[in-house]
């Protein structure tokens, strides 16, 4: 604060903002990028920069970081050379962001993100770089790290910190979909999957698969296909039976997850989600969807059409009371989803749900978890990105056709509800 009081030629409007790190973050980085964005998400001027508290400034420094930006329209950050990176290494490919300033413009464009291997700095000079526009040290800016040498810690890469047992290696990713989404599963899901490194078992359940369809998808590397015949039945709620037949057969310590393969772009690693089921072995995930009540008009009308009237009741007050959560996704160990597989398979058939127009497993899903909080746990929206009910800009396709969000989630898997992909022309 003392040196931004120093500053002369300039209007300091300052925001604090400390990183608070979720019980799924992997790493400090992936705290670091968040703490960015919600800075940015506080700002209203068309300037941006980031002063880490460790970090002194020259009193001339922001002036001729403004200045430096002013007069080179092709930039869209410059920093000062705190850390000595620039002296060593001349240009670098890495810039440091504890004093750096920025169009505001840019950083609404190309939130902070992380990558394994990656830190947040690295990230957004790539992201920036990529977008056709300039990020560098400006050598007349003076700054000094308040840190000794050996007290520093520079920015270190994201390494993957998930645990790597028997389990975590052979964890299994079920999918469920009728023939007309067999397409959908193997270019979208699939190729996307494995482009994201990601050499899991999945297991598809395929309803009313032509022969030349399983055998396509059965030419798959590490796809095992079940076919059953089609019976009308909606797959979100027949998959119900289906994973439990799975689940059954497997270690009740495996990792499992289920995903919407029909209308989901897996863009990540997902080998934190398979520690996190270690860490939590008797619970499943959930993410919450954007809107709950009274915004979400499902709750409204799922439970309102439930025949019994006290069950009718019960349902509503748990809806709206609590996060609405989206049943296009879970993971857990195989024993803790195989009770859910079951436990949901009967709620649809029993009074507690019956007459609910939720054609769907999401009644189930959320009376399951809210009847009882120990059977679950919440875990960031990263896992299951519902594009659908967000504000218009929200959710973004970069150039490489990765998608991102203005709040700089790190999206491990976009999920379209609502077809919600599609009216984006990301899926078709």
């Known amino acids: 604060m ?7 030629g300039v209007h300091v ?3 604090s903002v400390v990183g608070t790190p979720l019980n ?5 980085v992936v705290t670091i990028a968040r703490a960015r964005n919600e800075g940015v998400a506080r700002t209203s001027g068309d300037w941006v920069m980031f002063l880490d508290d460790d970090v002194e400034l020259a ?7 403004h200045h430096g930006l002013v007069t080179r329209r092709d930039y869209a950050a410059l920093a000062a050379d705190y850390l000595g990176d620039r002296s060593c290494h001349g240009s670098s490919p890495h810039v440091g962001m504890g004093a750096t300033l920025f169009r505001r413009s840019t950083l609404l464009r190309t939130p902070f993100r992380w990558e394994v291997h990656k830190c947040e700095c690295l ?5 920036i770089r990529r977008a056709g526009s300039r990020i560098e040290y400006l050598p007349d800016a003076k700054a000094r790290h308040l840190a000794k040498p050996a007290e520093r810690e520079p920015c270190q890469p994201v390494v993957d910190t998930a645990k790597h047992s028997d389990e975590t290696a ?29 050499k899991q078992e999945v297991i598809a359940v395929g309803y009313g698969l032509y022969p030349s369809e399983r055998r396509l ?12 015949a089609s019976n009308g039945q909606m797959p979100p709620v027949r998959r119900l039976t289906e994973f439990a037949a799975v689940t059954k057969t497997l270690h009740p310590k495996l990792p499992v997850a289920y995903w919407d393969a029909s209308d989901v772009v897996i863009q990540d690693r997902l080998d934190p989600l398979w520690g996190m089921t270690q860490e939590h072995p008797n619970k499943i995930f959930a993410v919450r969807e954007p809107m709950g009540y009274p915004g979400n008009a499902a709750i409204v009308g799922w439970t309102h059409s439930i025949e019994h009237p006290a069950m009718r009741q019960r349902a509503f007050e748990l809806f709206s009371k609590h996060p609405f959560l989206n049943s296009g996704f879970s993971a857990g160990t195989a024993g803790a989803m195989h009770r859910y597989f079951i436990e949901a398979a009967r709620l649809r058939n029993s009074a507690e749900l019956r007459g609910t127009t939720d054609w769907g497993d999401q009644a189930a899903f959320n009376l399951y978890c809210h009847s009882d909080p120990q059977r679950w746990k919440e875990i960031s929206e990263r896992w299951n990105y519902c594009v659908h009910d ?13 998608i991102t969000c203005r709040s700089g989630t790190p999206i491990v898997a976009a999920h379209g509800n609502a077809r919600s992909l599609t009216k984006l022309a990301i899926v078709h």
Do not use: T
């Open 2 to 8: 003392a040196s931004l009081r120093r500053q002369r």
């Open 123 to 127: 990230c957004c000079c790539q992201d």
């Open 24 to 28: 799924d973050d992997i790493h400090r």
């Open 390 to 402: 967000r504000p218009v800009g929200e959710v973004q396709v970069q150039p490489d056709g990765r």
């Open 59 to 65: 009193p001339d420094c922001m002036a001729r970081l």
């Open 170 to 198: 052979n964890a299994k990713i079920l999918v469920a979909f009728n023939r007309r989404d067999v397409q959908r599963f193997r270019d979208v899901f699939l190729r996307m999957l494995r482009a994201s490194g990601n």
């Open 13 to 15: 409007r300052y925001h």
């Open 217 to 228: 998808l059965s030419s798959c590397r590490r796809v095992r296909v079940i076919n059953r």
